[in-house]
C-alpha cells in the first residue's frame, strides 16, 4: 500500500508519520493494522512503500561467461520448456565491447517502491504477503497492457513480455515455478542460482543499495580466479 500525506482540509492537516502510527497503533490494536504499518519502508515522512521484499538476487558480471543457463533454466521451471524469450533473467552480451563491460545480467531487483506495481492497472502485478513479500505477476489478471514494462526504470526493463502467451512476465524467485519439485521464493531456491555452474548469482535476504545497479553486483570470485588471470578486485 502507499499511504500520502494529504494537504490541509477543513482547517486540518493530516498527521506526520510518526504521528500517524502512534494513532493508529491506539485504534487498530486489535485488527493487527499496526503490525502491519511497522512493516512498511518509509520513504519519507509523507510516503509509506510497499512491505520491503524477502529475498533479492545478486550477480557477479565478471565472473559470469555468459552460458545462459540461468536463463534455461528459468524458462524451464517455469514455462515446462526451454525458451530464452520466456526467462525471467536476461544474460546481455556485446560483441562490441571489451570485457567486463561486454556482458550484462539484468535481473529483477524486486525493487523496496516497485514502478511496476504501481503501474499495474489489473491488480496483476502485486505484492504475495504469503510467500516474502515477492514482487509478481498472477498471468490470469494480466491485461497485456505493459504497463509494467514501460514503467520499470531500468534498461532493458525487468518486467518483460511473453510473445506466446500474450502477457507479462517478471522474477518472483521461483515463488511460482510449477514445473520444479522444490519450494522456491525467499524460503526456498531459485533456479538460476542452483543452475549457474559457475555460481555467478547470489540469494540474499538483505536489501542491496537502491540507487542504480551498484548494489546488486558484486565480487564473488575467490583465490582461483585470480590463478586463472581474471581480476578479483
Avoid at 504497463?147 to 513480455?161: D, E, G, M, Y
Wanted: glycine letters at 8%.
Amino acid at each position: 500500500m502507499v499511504i500520502r500525506k494529504k494537504k490541509k482540509k477543513n482547517g486540518f492537516i493530516n498527521p506526520s508519520r510518526r504521528a500517524f502510527l502512534k494513532i493508529m497503533g491506539s485504534a487498530a490494536v486489535g485488527a493487527g493494522i499496526s503490525e502491519l504499518f511497522s512493516q512498511c519502508i518509509w520513504l519519507n515522512d509523507a510516503v509509506a512503500a510497499l512491505l520491503a521484499c524477502e529475498g533479492y538476487l545478486l550477480v557477479d558480471t565478471k565472473k559470469c561467461q555468459g552460458c545462459m543457463s540461468c536463463m534455461l533454466a528459468c524458462s524451464l521451471v517455469h514455462e515446462g520448456k526451454i525458451g530464452l524469450s520466456q526467462a525471467r533473467i536476461q544474460v546481455i552480451q556485446s560483441s562490441f565491447e571489451k570485457f567486463p563491460d561486454d556482458l550484462t545480467i539484468a535481473q529483477c531487483r524486486q525493487c523496496e517502491d516497485p514502478e511496476c506495481v504501481k503501474a499495474c492497472p489489473s491488480g496483476a502485478l502485486h505484492v504475495d504477503r504469503q510467500n516474502g513479500n515477492v514482487r509478481k505477476i498472477d498471468v490470469k489478471k494480466c491485461i497485456g497492457c505493459k504497463a509494467c514494462i514501460r514503467a520499470c526504470p531500468f534498461v532493458p526493463s525487468r518486467a518483460l513480455w511473453s510473445h506466446e502467451d500474450s502477457h507479462a512476465l517478471k522474477c518472483d524467485l521461483c515463488v511460482d515455478s510449477p514445473f520444479w519439485n522444490y519450494k522456491g521464493g525467499p524460503e526456498g531456491r531459485q533456479a538460476c542460482v542452483e543452475i549457474c555452474p559457475l555460481k555467478a548469482i547470489q540469494f540474499t535476504r538483505k536489501m542491496p543499495e537502491q540507487k542504480g545497479d551498484t548494489g546488486y553486483q558484486i565480487n564473488l570470485r575467490g583465490e582461483d580466479w585470480r590463478k586463472l588471470g581474471y581480476p578479483t578486485d
